[in-house]
């Protein structure tokens, strides 16, 4: 009875699901907002910049605040994302109007940007769409830089 009870417990403990970290679902929850804000009826660049970090010409903005829609390269690196997830979520959507996808990776790397939380991502879809979301954390928040599909 011992060895059955101690064979349990051991089997248990050598569960085959990881365990998930803070950093993940933190980006993860991040990722979540930053697509039901993209596909809101009413979405424009104003709706989706909050999620987003800087990109542009000034080496003192880029990849270290959060985008700022009064700066021209800025905003059209803001229209341009919003315009690809859109394009995204437009091909990603179910035939009720929902989305549905799953976290197939996440990886922390650091770069010569910062240290980037990757999710890569697969839209459940005919054509099982994969993306990888590229987040840099900026205090406590995670802002997206890049998507990849």
Known sequence: MRVLILSVALLAGCSSTPTISAQQLAVEARLADLLAAAS??????????????????????EWKVPADLS????????ERTLATLQGML????????????????????????????VLMV?????????????????GDTYYLGDIDR
């Open 40 to 61: 809101a009826p009413e979405a424009n660049a104003a709706t989706v910049a909050p999620f987003l970090i800087a990109r542009g010409d000034d080496p003192s903005r």
């Open 71 to 78: 700066i021209e390269r800025e905003r059209a690196y803001v």
């Open 90 to 117: 437009e091909e990603a959507r179910q035939p009720d109007g929902g989305l549905a996808y799953e976290v197939i990776e996440f990886v922390v790397e650091p770069e010569s940007e910062g240290v980037w939380h």
């Open 122 to 138: 697969e839209f459940e879809t005919p054509d099982r769409l994969e993306a990888f979301f590229a987040f840099l954390p900026l």
